[in-house]
């Protein structure tokens, strides 16, 4: 699903406002006198990625981008702009705190989505089943964050 204020020219360089689910909502975000070109997706997945890929195939250095909604899927989308070129400083995550996050095992490598507080939470990992502890490391490459072994010095 989308919605756009405005066609998308070629060479664009205004705010590439996405959004994501329920909770991402970017439609009232000023943008100043900068042009806003507006995507709603009901998630990061492969089709919504390739269409925010598009739109940002078509803009021009000095695009801006604003990721809002589900933290998964906000990380999601920032790596897909990371792999089109956008650095750091052209775009702005705007997640929501209280949605499922990724966790990502360090022996098969497989992402576990979670809820809770960050740092504190032991899941069992989806990919090997081991119990994972999770850290405050966030791998903006993988939109996640990295679990370990949760004892690990027990084996």
């Known amino acids: 699903m989308r919605s756009t204020s405005m ?26 006198d900068r042009p806003k070109y507006d995507l709603h997706f009901t998630s990061a997945n492969p089709e919504s990625l390739a269409e925010l890929r598009s739109a940002l195939e078509r803009s021009c250095v000095g695009a801006r981008l604003v990721l809002a909604g589900p933290a998964i899927d906000v990380h999601a989308a920032s790596a897909a702009a990371q792999e089109c070129g956008m650095v750091d400083e052209e775009i702005t995550l705007l ?28 899941v069992p990992c989806q990919g090997c089943g081991i119990v994972l502890a999770t850290t405050d490391h966030f791998s903006r490459r993988l939109g996640g964050y990295l679990g370990y072994a949760a004892h690990a010095e027990e084996a």
């Open 7 to 32: 066609s998308l020219e070629p060479g664009f360089r205004g705010v590439i406002c996405a959004s994501f689910g329920d909770t991402g909502d970017t439609a009232g975000r000023d943008t100043g």
């Open 95 to 122: 997640p929501d705190e209280n949605s499922p996050w990724v966790v990502f095992c360090g022996h098969c490598h497989v992402g576990t989505t979670t809820t809770g507080v960050h740092g504190s939470v032991e």
